[in-house]
Structures are given as structure tokens and as C-alpha cells.
């Protein structure tokens, strides 16, 4: 397995001219961070679908939690776009942790954060940001991934000054070991996808709990699960923003999590490029490395031509989204642009590791192989997120926007 040999993902300041020299370092600063720290435990958590019960703390030591979170509060102070580099430095060596990472400090962290009160902060930002807690967000449900608004089932009641929640969540990401989780539940009915609330719940609270831990094709060693909640008593102090508002809250989050997806396919698509540059060197075939054969060569330019047009719109829907106000966007160009980017960094990062496999022939149909693991991994980017389909929706929604009010 080789980590170290080529410059082509290791030298940043060559790679991303359009970065200046704060996000450069920040860049370098995660990926520096997670080469040294975290690509060693990638092996064992793909194996065993193993947790390693250190990572967070370490990644919080170093300072690459609460990136988008004032510095009051244990946080960075830095805006989206520096969250995005973290991720993407991350996720070059360390795929699964930056998953779960993102679960943790992007629907977790960032959304208390912009969408919580002043006491909700104090309280579980800074646990957060050390990663001394680990959070998570619950908005899918068995009957609820696509349509997760309209056929949530999930049920809050008012009860004096508690909430008591109903229902059922699936594919939580962080789910398992989760302390802190953000949860959609419906505490009005009626009103359909205007009647639903966010609560924070605490893993400890009455009612609540881990139903099973699922076993996934990638990204293994995150931890995916079921959560379950049976009269599941919550403070009501932990009701997140307005009753009935939390619609604003997911369509926010989910602009926010879709630019952040991108960076992470990068990542995953400039390390795959890497590996394949190297192989391509040094495996011999008709007494000749395979890199000197055209049809490598082809492959080869094309996924450098995918990876770079990636990072391209990856850093400009960064950008963007960075000026996302609380409770902006689900609708208008932002909306259209973050589901454009997640969709396209999707698709071109499945292509690429497609590609990458192919250079590697049969040593990339290994399960244990680098390749391998990050070939099995790459489906969710167009599954997660909202799937290609309702990213496309969402496009076309917003291109024909005219017509269907006219209509
Ligand atoms: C590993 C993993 C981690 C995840 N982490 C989280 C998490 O942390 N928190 C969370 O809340 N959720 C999480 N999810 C859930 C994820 O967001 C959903 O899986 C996703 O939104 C799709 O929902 P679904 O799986 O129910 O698929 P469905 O909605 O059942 O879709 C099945 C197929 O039908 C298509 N389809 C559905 N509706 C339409 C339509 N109107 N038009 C055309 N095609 C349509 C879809 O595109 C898809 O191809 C995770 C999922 C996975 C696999």
C-alpha cells in the first residue's frame, strides 16, 4: 500500500491556484493531520466495520472540529469553505472517518449551531467541537428517504415541559455511537411537511434507542444505524428553533450538506488518481510499464480532467454556500447549485474510481486493496444527500420554476 511516493495529491499549493493562503494551509494542516493519524486505521475499519474509539478526540485535539463554530463557543471560526478543505484533506487518506465527520460537524454541530439558542450552544457546542461528544442527524426513516418531509412518520407530542417522541429513523450515519442527535419528527400531522420540528436528543434520554448497527458495502467503520424511539421524553428546552419551523431547518442543512458531500468525492477521486498514477509505473506488462501503453494513458488524462473540473466547482459552490443565511436557501439558485455540484462530484467520482479500478486489473478487484475500498465506497455519493434523481428534481424544479407557478 503506498502512502507516501507520489507528489500529486500531496502537494496542494501546485494543485488549487484558487485557493489563497489561509485555506492553502488549512488544507495542508488536514491532510498532514489525517496521512499521519488516520490512514492507518482505514484497514482495520473497512475489515471489521471497526470504530476506532480514539479518532475523535485526536481529530479535536488538532483543532479540525467546530471549523465553521466562533471560537466561544470551542470552535475554529472559519466559514464553510475552510470545512470544505478540512473535509477534503480528511477524506484523501481517511474516507470512512471523514464521513463520519461530516455527519458529526456538518448536520450536527453546524446546524445546532446556526439554528440553536443561546443555552442549546453553551451547552453542546463545546463537546462537539472537542470531540469529546459525537453527533449525528436523524432525518430518514424506514418509509421516509426521498420523500423525507411528506411521509415522515416519526411523531412529537407536547407533554407539560417534555416532548415525547415516536417513530423510527434509518441509515443514521454516527447513529450507533452518536451522544448528541438532531431529530426531525412531525409535531403537527396535519400540516404535512410544515408540521415538523427538530429536537435535540441526548442518547441517554428515556425511550431512546440503537436498534441495530448496519453493515454497509463502503465506507466501513463509520457507523450506520437504526434508531428507535418509544415515548422517548425530551426536554422541551430542546426543541431546536420554532414548533412547525423545522422545515426551513432541513432545507438549509441539506444545501449545506450537499456542497460539503463534494469535497469528499474530490478527495476520494485525487487519492484514487494518485494510486493509479503510481501503479501505472510500476506494474510491468509486455516488458513495459503499463503507463507507456495509450489506452492507460487515456484513462488516466481522463480522470485527471474529472478530478480537476470537480475541484473547480467544488470551491465555487463552497463559496457560495458559505454566504448561506440561517434559514436560506431549499429553493432559488443556491438550491439549484449545491444539488448541480453534489450531483456532478458524484457521477464524475464514481467514473474516476471506475477508471482506477481498471488501471489496477485484477489487483483492484481485491477486496483489500486501497482501490477496491474506495470503489465500493463511492455509491453512496449518489445515494446520500438526497440520490441523483432528486438532485435532478430539484435542477429541473428550479429551471422550470415559471412554468409550474404558471401552470
Ligand atoms: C451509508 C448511508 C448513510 C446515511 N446517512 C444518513 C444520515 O446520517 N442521516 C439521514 O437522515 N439519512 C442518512 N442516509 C439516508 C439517505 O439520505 C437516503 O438513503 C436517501 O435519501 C435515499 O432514500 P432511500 O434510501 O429511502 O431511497 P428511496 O427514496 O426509496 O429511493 C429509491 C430509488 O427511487 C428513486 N426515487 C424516489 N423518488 C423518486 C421520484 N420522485 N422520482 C424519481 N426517482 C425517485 C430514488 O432516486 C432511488 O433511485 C444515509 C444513507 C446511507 C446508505
Given at each position: 500500500m503506498n502512502s507516501d511516493s507520489a507528489s500529486l495529491i500531496g502537494d496542494n499549493r501546485r494543485l488549487a491556484f484558487d485557493l489563497d493562503d489561509e485555506q492553502l494551509a488549512v488544507l495542508d494542516q488536514a491532510d498532514r493531520f489525517a496521512r499521519n493519524e488516520l490512514y492507518g486505521l482505514s484497514e482495520r475499519m473497512d475489515a471489521e466495520e471497526w470504530w476506532p474509539p480514539d479518532a475523535f478526540a485526536k481529530i479535536g485535539d488538532n483543532g479540525l472540529f467546530g471549523v465553521t463554530i466562533p471560537d466561544e463557543y470551542g470552535g475554529a471560526g472559519m466559514d464553510l469553505m475552510a470545512a470544505g478543505l478540512v473535509l477534503q484533506g480528511l477524506g484523501r487518506w481517511n474516507h470512512a472517518l471523514a464521513l463520519a465527520w461530516l455527519a458529526h460537524e456538518n448536520l450536527c454541530t453546524n446546524n445546532i449551531y446556526r439554528n440553536g439558542n443561546e443555552a442549546q450552544r453553551r451547552k453542546y457546542l463545546p463537546g462537539l467541537c472537542s470531540g469529546r461528544m459525537i453527533g449525528a442527524l436523524g432525518l430518514t426513516e424506514p418509509g421516509a428517504g426521498s420523500d423525507a418531509l411528506g411521509s415522515m412518520r416519526t411523531t412529537a407530542r407536547r407533554d407539560g415541559d417534555h416532548y415525547v417522541l415516536n417513530g423510527s429513523k434509518i441509515y443514521i450515519t454516527n447513529g450507533p455511537i452518536a451522544d448528541v442527535l438532531l431529530i426531525y419528527a412531525k409535531t403537527?400531522?396535519?400540516?404535512?411537511?410544515?408540521?415538523i420540528s427538530a429536537f435535540i436528543v441526548e442518547k441517554d434520554f428515556p425511550g431512546f434507542r440503537v436498534a441495530q448497527k448496519l453493515e454497509k458495502m463502503g465506507y466501513r467503520g463509520s457507523q450506520t444505524g437504526e434508531l428507535v424511539f418509544e415515548e422517548c421524553r425530551v426536554p422541551a428546552e430542546n426543541l431546536v428553533g420554532v414548533e412547525n419551523r423545522g422545515i426551513a431547518i432541513v432545507m438549509s442543512g441539506l444545501d449545506l450538506e450537499r456542497a460539503m458531500v463534494s469535497p469528499l468525492c474530490l478527495a476520494i477521486a485525487e487519492r484514487a488518481l494518485q494510486l493509479s498514477v503510481d501503479y501505472a509505473q510500476v506494474r510491468q506488462q509486455f516488458g513495459k510499464p503499463i503507463g507507456s501503453f495509450q489506452m492507460v494513458q487515456s484513462m488516466l488524462a481522463e480522470m485527471y480532467v474529472a478530478v480537476e473540473t470537480m475541484r473547480t466547482f467544488t470551491y465555487r459552490t463552497l463559496a457560495a454556500a458559505a454566504q448561506l443565511e440561517v434559514g436560506g436557501g431549499g429553493r432559488g439558485d443556491i438550491h439549484m447549485l449545491t444539488a448541480a455540484s453534489v450531483m456532478y462530484a458524484a457521477e464524475a467520482c464514481h467514473a474516476v474510481l471506475d477508471k482506477a479500478v481498471q488501471v489496477h486489473g485484477g489487483s483492484g478487484y481485491i477486496w483489500e486493496s486501497e482501490i477496491n475500498r474506495l470503489y465500493r465506497s463511492v455509491k453512496l455519493m449518489e445515494i446520500g444527500a438526497g440520490t441523483t434523481e432528486v438532485r435532478k428534481m430539484i435542477i429541473a424544479g428550479e429551471l422550470l420554476k415559471d412554468m409550474n407557478r404558471d401552470g
Open positions: 403537527d400531522k396535519a400540516k404535512g411537511a410544515h408540521g
